[in-house]
């Protein structure tokens, strides 16, 4: 800053930019179904895939396995990265959320780029990849490939978490802190070793941003379902205990499965239609 600015501007220039860096910081904080429930719906969208197409995704699980967590690591780090996890449905009025465009270019100028990044751009993050994979499959530039259906598949996994399609990202709106972890994290890394996660075989997506926002609306609309029964299961107990998660798993393991279940088959239907829309090309073995 120059020295020659008065101390009343240059005050206020040090509160911008206090208010900036305390902007980053209340940035919501990156959600997930955390690692493990990222590396689940990748191992079972596999199974969705046609004969054509699964040797080629199969010969690269370990890479797809490693990098389907590499949007979650980013957020992590960077605050900017963030915005593409998620979509606040409900700061676009009442389900189901007509008001807000799913044409990127409608969305902005009816709201601004500013407002639409603070509430999120899950969906349309899910657009640019699925045509990233497309272009990357078409030019038969395979390393380029194998990244992008990996950080599509996290994008495509992350609109099926509830709880990424709200304001009350964490239960910190309705004094449920933590239940994002809780339902997307905890409930995986318990239970997950015994309980069915069934995909459907993957189908072609006509409009991969539409499909989108329709996997983040079904994923919304089992929010209260959800925060129910947390506060079901935590009545009487003192904390967080074992007994709060066997309550939480017989009330909301339903939910759960569901959502894996259908996350797996929409990451194996992104992928065949990249394909599709790349040409049906012979794909490498390796």
Not at 72 to 99: I, M, V, W
Not at 155 to 184: C, K, M, W
Not at 186 to 210: E, G, H, K, Q, Y
Not at 244 to 265: M, P, W
């Amino acid at each position: 800053m120059p020295q020659f600015v008065s101390p009343r501007i240059r005050g206020i220039f040090l509160a911008l930019a206090a208010g900036a860096v305390l902007g980053l910081l209340l940035a919501p904080a990156a959600r997930a179904w955390g690692e493990k429930g990222n590396k689940l719906v990748v191992e079972k969208a596999f199974e969705t895939l046609p004969p054509e197409m699964r040797p080629f995704f199969e010969a690269n699980r370990g890479f797809l396995l490693q990098h389907v967590t590499d949007p979650l690591e980013a957020s992590q780090r960077s605050p900017a990265e963030r915005k593409n996890r998620y979509l606040f449905l409900d700061r676009y009025g009442r389900f189901p959320f007509e008001t807000l465009p799913r044409s990127y270019k409608a969305a902005v100028g009816k709201y601004g780029k500013t407002k639409l990044e603070s509430n999120g751009l899950l969906p349309w993050q899910i657009g640019v990849y699925s045509e990233k994979l497309t272009n990357a499959m078409k030019a038969g530039k395979w390393d380029e490939a194998r990244l992008n259906a990996a950080l599509l598949a996290s994008y495509v996994a992350e609109a099926h978490d509830p709880f990424n399609t709200t304001e009350n990202y964490d239960g910190q709106l309705t004094g449920q802190a933590g239940i994002s972890t809780r339902f997307g994290v905890n409930l995986i890394d318990r239970f997950s070793s015994f309980f069915p996660v069934r995909p459907n075989d993957a189908f072609f997506v006509s409009d991969p941003t539409d499909h989108g926002f329709e996997a983040c609306l079904s994923a919304h609309s089992w929010l209260e379902t959800i925060l129910l029964a947390d506060r079901n299961a935590r009545r009487g107990l003192p904390s967080y205990t074992d007994e709060y998660f066997d309550r939480f798993y017989n009330q909301a393991a339903a939910i759960l499965i569901r959502q894996l279940s259908d996350a797996s088959t929409d990451v194996g239907s992104y992928w065949y239609t990249a394909w599709v829309n790349a040409g049906r090309p012979a794909l490498p073995q390796r």
